[in-house]
Structures are given as C-alpha cells and as structure tokens.
C-alpha cells in the first residue's frame, strides 16, 4: 500500500548508457515532481506534471526525459548518463493543497 | 536557488530536551511553508505546514512559528526522543498552482540517549 514508490532503488551505470526510473503514486493526486538531491543533500526540483502535462522544467539538461503516460506515473529517462548525474533521485506527487509526498528514492551512481 | 536556508548545519541534544530548528527564507512572496523529515536512506517525510496568514501551528510534539517581518521560519520538537534523529528541510511554495517546492539546505538532528 506504499503512497509514492520508485524502482530501482539502486541504479549502478557506466557513463554514457541510457536508463529509466519509474515512479508510480496511489493517491489520487493530479501533480507530480521529479526531485534531484546531490551529495550535500541540497534537494532541487527538476520537473513537474500536471494531469500528464509538463508545467515545470527547471535548466535540466536535455539528456533528461520525464514521461507521463498518466496521471499515476511519472518516469525519468536519462540518456547519455554523465558522473555528474550521481545522485538520489526523487519522485513526489501532491493534490491541490500543495502537500507532496515523496517516494523513497533512487540512488543513481555512474562510474 | 537557495531562497530558503537554515542557520546550523547540525544542532546536537540530548533525549528529553527540546529542540528548535531554525529557517531564514528570502521571498517575501512565499505563502506557504513546510518542514520535512529525512531519515537516512529514505524520502523526505511531511511534518507540519503553516500558510503566511499564520504565525504558529501546532501538531502532536512539533510547533512551527512563523515571523513575516524577519522572514524566519522555525521548527520546535519537545521531548526529543533518538527517533527524531533525521535531516530536517525547511521548504516554501510561492503560489499554489501546484508549484514546486524550493528547499532550504538542512540541518541534521543528532539525539543522544
């Protein structure tokens, strides 16, 4: 019954592959967020989707893909994976009142 | 940008005290607030919110205070037990059409028994 969940909790790459996260949420809820947290664990938004719709893009790289096929999920394709891209990863979904709920992370290590 | 940030990297207290944590934010146009939880390993976890037409609220052993004028924010947890141990994330949302949140840098709870 896990709210927001994300696979795979761990992900371990070499540079320049290409690879996906999942995030899934049973709430309910209409928005859904894509966070980065770098070593220091500064959280930063990367994107948000309104009912399937991309209303926030904040200075990703293109390498970064969001994708809703609907509402309940919201996926992360990184192409061309750079060191740089180390780091945990954030799914969170929220309902109007601006409350999200995040998921328990990916953590993402490219060598 | 880092709007929102927090005074003390770590604060240190032993089981039974009280703590504060506290938050300095830059935007006047904030208005709504909200702390989160973050033990190791996992997600930050939603404690309490306040909206700016507030200045306290409060929740089971948590209270945050709100003061516009200096644009501080603050998060006071009685009876710290080792279990509140975690990160804790100031947060702040400027409208509420669904708008992200930006993030304060954290301040990391120890509790000693």
């Known amino acids: 019954d896990t709210a927001v969940s994300q696979t795979p909790k761990y992900l371990v790459t070499q540079m320049g592959n290409d690879k996906s996260i999942k995030c899934e949420q049973n709430?309910?809820?209409?928005?859904m967020y894509w966070y980065k947290q770098d070593s220091k664990k500064f959280l930063k938004i990367m994107f948000s989707y309104n009912n399937k719709e991309l209303i926030i893009n904040e200075t990703v790289p293109n390498r970064f893909s969001p994708k809703s096929p609907d509402k309940a999920h919201l996926n992360l394709h990184i192409n061309s994976l750079e060191l740089g891209d180390s780091a945990v990863y954030f799914c969170a979904s929220s309902q109007r009142d601006a409350t999200q709920y995040f998921g328990p992370g990916t953590r993402l290590l490219v060598l | 940008g880092e709007n929102v940030g927090l005074h003390l990297p770590t604060l240190s207290v032993q089981e039974g005290d009280n703590s504060i944590i506290n938050c300095a934010y830059s935007n006047s146009a904030s208005d709504y607030f909200i702390w989160y939880k973050q033990e190791s390993g996992k997600g930050p976890q939603f404690i309490i919110d306040?909206?700016?037409?507030?200045d306290k609220r409060q929740g089971q052993r948590v209270t945050v205070l709100l003061n516009k004028t200096v644009k501080h924010l603050s998060l006071q947890i009685a009876a710290t037990q080792p279990g509140d141990s975690a990160v804790y994330f100031c947060a702040e949302i400027i409208n509420q059409a669904g708008t992200a949140l930006i993030f304060g840098k954290g301040t990391t709870l120890s509790v000693s028994s």
């Open positions: 709430l309910g809820h209409d928005t």
């Open positions: 306040i909206r700016s037409n507030m």
